[in-house]
């Protein structure tokens, strides 16, 4: 599911126009990107939360060259999942999953 599906379905739930919901979600990416600039964390209970973290500075290794290199410290972002996305996995079964997953990527 890609941003437009989501727009569709949400506007196909909610009975708002597909250019209103799209500028939602553009406005609350926006924020949520705002915010992690300024280093601070969003959290939509239930759903997700993200935050930046601080990586250090380590060694890695350049499998083309195939040698050492430093790599510099960074900062990332860790996003979470929260309980509802949670649940919406859980039943999934492996094995199932798997399967639709590889058929998928044969197309």
Same mark, same amino acid.
């Given at each position: 599911?890609?941003?437009?599906?989501?727009?569709?379905?949400?506007?196909?739930?909610?009975?708002?126009?597909?250019?209103?919901?799209?500028?939602?979600?553009?406005?609350?990416?926006?924020?949520? %990107?705002?915010?992690? *600039?300024?280093?601070?964390?969003?959290?939509?209970?239930?759903?997700?939360?993200?935050?930046?973290?601080?990586?250090?500075?380590?060694?890695?290794?350049?499998?083309?060259?195939?040698?050492?290199?430093?790599?510099?410290?960074?900062?990332? %972002?860790?996003?979470?999942?929260? *309980?509802?996305?949670?649940?919406?996995?859980?039943?999934?079964?492996?094995?199932?999953?798997?399967?639709?997953?590889?058929?998928?990527?044969?197309?």
């Amino acid at each position: 599911m890609n941003k437009q599906d989501i727009v569709r379905a949400i506007a196909g739930e909610t009975g708002l126009t597909q250019i209103a919901v799209g500028k939602m979600l553009g406005s609350l990416e926006n924020q949520v %990107v705002k915010a992690l *600039e300024a280093g601070d964390k969003v959290q939509i209970t239930g759903f997700f939360t993200a935050k930046p973290v601080a990586r250090a500075a380590r060694k890695g290794y350049d499998p083309i060259k195939g040698e050492s290199m430093e790599i510099e410290p960074t900062v990332g %972002v860790v996003v979470r999942a929260g *309980e509802s996305l949670k649940k919406a996995v859980k039943l999934l079964n492996y094995e199932d999953y798997v399967t639709k997953k590889e058929e998928k990527e044969e197309k």
